[in-house]
């Protein structure tokens, strides 16, 4: 995967060169002078950032078995920094406001250690970062681009192998009738927090609006949003503001999810920032894995935690903007591993 690895290269670069701006524990303590010429090297770097050419490389990199799961495990693997970064800032202009809060705290914070910078020399910084944040941007879009492809092509090849019964399922002529969208979607999502819905694999999570998906597409109608239960009345704002609805336990790949969740919350229970990646990341990948982040799920899985475990565990970009080493990290994986094997075999009993 050459163009692949080149690309996460470049992006991790560019990321240690920028953290220094929008994370509040990093500082600089370079002159002026190499700190514009560190950004404009970034800026060089990031205008190479061209990901749309990986399409090929991450289809050839996956199997025809179970393709979907293993594209989106490969792309969150490669891009985990990229993809979680101001992911709420999709757009241009909400981006541009998050970039001028980022520099107004980055030089109240170097001032705090003595760094003070003319006139000129701020210019340069915000004009270097922001043209850097840009181009993040751009490849971020594009990313999203490079995954509807490769969705798209995913579920071509499925099709070809489909059989003759569920296409025909796939062809019915049912669909609701559009006065009642509203009342079905109500009656939907009092089913589904009552646990009317499980999934065919156990080892893939699914959420709410993937089950509203494959009704709208099951009855060919479109839920506009994801409707509460008769007896939770709809409020605009709390539609607008809310997650999936889904708690920790709901993420965890455990038939008994719910008492691994309280095990693993009395375990960890002062763990924060890089600790809570490592964490993650020993539930990614143990064998079988007791966790899957799909894509763009990570802020997702950081505030269900962090409303699961009733406490500060980190701000979401200290613990996802941690790249885990598993060389360097290896002692703390292999301890929390250990600890993670002590609460098995005590929900097991």
């Keep these: 995967m050459e163009i692949t690895n080149k690309l996460v290269e470049i992006i991790d670069q560019v990321f240690d060169t920028i ?11 370079d002159f002026p002078a190499e700190l514009v010429q560190k950004f404009q090297n970034a800026l060089e ?92 941007l751009k490849a971020n879009l594009d990313l999203d681009k490079v995954m509807t492809q490769l969705m798209k092509m995913q579920e071509e090849e499925a099709a070809g192998n489909e059989s003759e019964e569920i296409l025909t399922v796939k062809s019915n002529n049912i669909k609701l009738h559009p006065d009642k969208i509203a009342e079905f979607g109500s009656v939907m999502a009092g089913m589904f927090e009552k646990n009317f819905f499980i999934p065919v694999d156990n080892s893939i999570p699914f959420s709410k ?18 409707p509460s239960p008769f007896t939770k ?50 539930l990614e990948n143990s064998n079988p894995a007791f966790i899957t982040i799909g894509y763009r799920q990570a802020k997702e899985v950081h505030k269900a935690m962090s409303d699961f475990f009733g406490r500060n565990i980190g701000k979401y970009q200290s613990v996802f903007d941690y790249k885990v080493d598993v060389k360097l990290d290896q002692r703390d994986l292999e301890n929390i591993s250990t600890r993670l094997n002590h609460i098995l075999s005590i929900i097991e009993k």
């Design 19 to 29: 953290c220094i701006i929008y994370d509040e524990t990093e500082f600089s303590f």
């Design 45 to 136: 770097l990031a205008k190479k950032l061209n990901v749309k050419d990986i399409t090929k490389e991450i289809w050839d990199a996956t199997s025809k078995s179970q393709r979907e799961d293993k594209i989106i495990h490969l792309m969150n693997f490669k891009f985990d920094r990229l993809l979680t970064w101001k992911p709420d800032a999709r757009d241009i202009s909400i981006l541009n406001i998050e970039l001028k809060k980022d520099l107004e705290l980055f030089f109240v914070k170097q001032s705090q250690i003595k760094r003070n910078y003319a006139q000129g020399e701020r210019v340069q910084i915000e004009r270097f970062y922001i043209a850097i944040a840009h181009r993040l």
């Design 209 to 226: 609006s993937e089950v509203f998906n494959a009704f709208g597409e099951l009855l060919h109608s479109t839920f506009e949003y994801l």
């Design 233 to 282: 009345p709809i409020i605009a704002e709390s539609v607008i503001n809310s997650s999936n609805g889904k708690s920790f336990a709901d993420y965890l790949l455990h038939e008994k999810r719910y008492k691994m969740a309280d095990e693993i919350k009395k375990e960890f229970s002062t763990e924060k920032g890089k600790a809570i990646r490592l964490l993650l990341h020993v």
